[in-house]
């Protein structure tokens, strides 16, 4: 397996593709664009030209850090894709955060034991995550 690691931006489509199939939901193709464009850090994981994994941050660059659309396809879970995406986000994060930066994601289950790997914990119950949805 051949697999090319990249920091591009992904087209809004692939990106959603790859949400769906990884059992994300899907966003609006507008609001895709935007949001890529405006991210921090993205890092692409590729077979050929297929978008097959993705992970990125999202925030202020200074105080807030925020990772978010990590993804693998399925057919390609299970071979540390996931662990690699991360990472390549823990080392952008170890160069550029400054001290007192808060890092946050919404772990689903079971992604949390490889969140845990990189040093994540459980905010609760001091602390729970919240979210509105549009």
Same mark, same amino acid.
């Given at each position: 397996? /051949?697999?090319?690691?990249?920091? =591009?931006?992904?087209? #809004?489509? =692939?990106?959603?593709?790859?949400?769906?199939?990884?059992?994300?939901?899907?966003?609006? =193709?507008?609001?895709?664009?935007?949001?890529?464009? /405006?991210?921090?850090?993205?890092?692409?994981?590729?077979?050929?030209?297929?978008?097959?994994?993705?992970?990125?941050?999202?925030?202020?660059?200074?105080?807030?850090?925020?990772?978010?659309?990590?993804?693998? #396809?399925?057919?390609?879970?299970?071979?540390?894709?996931?662990?690699?995406?991360?990472? =390549?986000? /823990?080392?952008?994060?170890?160069?550029?955060?400054?001290?007192?930066?808060?890092?946050?994601?919404?772990?689903?289950?079971? #992604?949390?034991?490889?969140?845990?790997?990189?040093?994540?914990?459980?905010?609760?119950?001091?602390?729970?995550?919240? #979210?509105?949805?549009?």
């Amino acid at each position: 397996m /051949n697999i090319d690691l990249s920091y =591009e931006i992904p087209n #809004a489509k =692939e990106y959603n593709n790859l949400r769906i199939i990884s059992g994300l939901s899907p966003k609006d =193709e507008t609001a895709s664009e935007i949001g890529l464009r /405006n991210s921090i850090f993205m890092i692409t994981l590729r077979d050929s030209d297929k978008l097959i994994g993705m992970g990125r941050i999202i925030g202020d660059g200074g105080c807030m850090y925020h990772i978010v659309d990590i993804a693998v #396809a399925p057919p390609y879970q299970g071979n540390g894709f996931g662990h690699l995406i991360m990472s =390549e986000i /823990n080392k952008y994060l170890d160069n550029h955060a400054p001290k007192s930066s808060y890092v946050s994601l919404i772990a689903d289950v079971p #992604a949390d034991k490889l969140y845990k790997k990189f040093g994540f914990d459980y905010s609760a119950p001091g602390s729970v995550g919240m #979210a509105k949805r549009y």
